[in-house]
T-cell receptor, first 115, second 113 residues
Framework: GAGVSQSPRYKVAKRGQDVALRCDPISGHVSLFWYQQALGQGPEFLTYFQNEAQLDKSGLPSDRFFAERPEGSVSTLKIQRTQQEDSAVYLC?????????????FGEGSWLTVV | RKEVEQDPGPFNVPEGATVAFNCTYSNSASQSFFWYRQDCRKEPKLLMSVYSSGNEDGRFTAQLNRASQYISLLIRDSKLSDSATYLCVVNSLLKGSARQLTFGSGTQLTVLP
């Protein structure tokens, strides 16, 4: 596709339920990022992939959060045993290369509400 | 203290007004600076990069003061379509030499008819 695609766009989960959020980056993009954006806040870094390698996961808030990108393209962010504080928009972004000169493109986000 | 701080606003201005947003960052090793725009329920989109010499793109002017660790965005002759949240963004290096963007909380702008 032309841009970064995320699914589902909206998800309502009951507390304790597991959720999986999918990101389809722009074709050929090496770098992939996940961000969490709470209401009224800016996006907060969660994790970064370079191809299939997860080079930084320092932003994941707890061990209930897990991300993978097994073939270096599509990525999945999984949240186990969801809590109300997990309610946020989860933004995926990708960029063509590894260097600092590459523009980052965001998907429209997956809106998660935990009830 | 947050790494990137912005005045959250909201800024409510009439059409045609000039409005300025300010931002400070704490990491003196930061290398690149940006303003992103985020419309309601949409993803952030790059508005403009910010260079040390200052740069202009139409009605938008961005300034960077590395000594004071301060970034600004000036919007002249504001339009209704400028209504959005403006995010100040700073680059920090990640492992593997890729960019990590650190976002401010955003400044909300509403341009009134």
């Amino acid at each position: 596709g032309a841009g970064v695609s995320q699914s589902p766009r909206y998800k309502v989960a009951k507390r304790g339920q597991d959720v999986a959020l999918r990101c389809d980056p722009i074709s050929g993009h090496v770098s992939l990022f996940w961000y969490q954006q709470a209401l009224g806040q800016g996006p907060e870094f969660l994790t970064y992939f370079q191809n299939e390698a997860q080079l930084d996961k320092s932003g994941l808030p707890s061990d209930r959060f897990f991300a993978e990108r097994p073939e270096g393209s599509v990525s999945t962010l999984k949240i186990q045993r969801t809590q109300q504080e997990d309610s946020a928009v989860y933004l995926c972004a990708s960029s063509l290369g590894r260097g600092t000169g590459n523009t980052i493109y965001f998907g429209e986000g997956s809106w998660l509400t935990v009830v | 203290r947050k790494e990137v701080e912005q005045d959250p606003g909201p800024f409510n201005v009439p059409e045609g007004a000039t409005v300025a947003f300010n931002c400070t960052y704490s990491n003196s090793a930061s290398q690149s600076f940006f303003w992103y725009r985020q419309d309601c329920r949409k993803e952030p989109k790059l508005l403009m990069s910010v260079y040390s010499s200052g740069n202009e793109d139409g009605r938008f002017t961005a300034q960077l003061n590395r000594a004071s660790q301060y970034i600004s965005l000036l919007i002249r002759d504001s339009k209704l379509s400028d209504s959005a949240t403006y995010l100040c963004v700073v680059n920090s290096l990640l492992k593997g030499s890729a960019r990590q963007l650190t976002f401010g909380s955003g400044t909300q702008l509403t341009v009134l008819p």
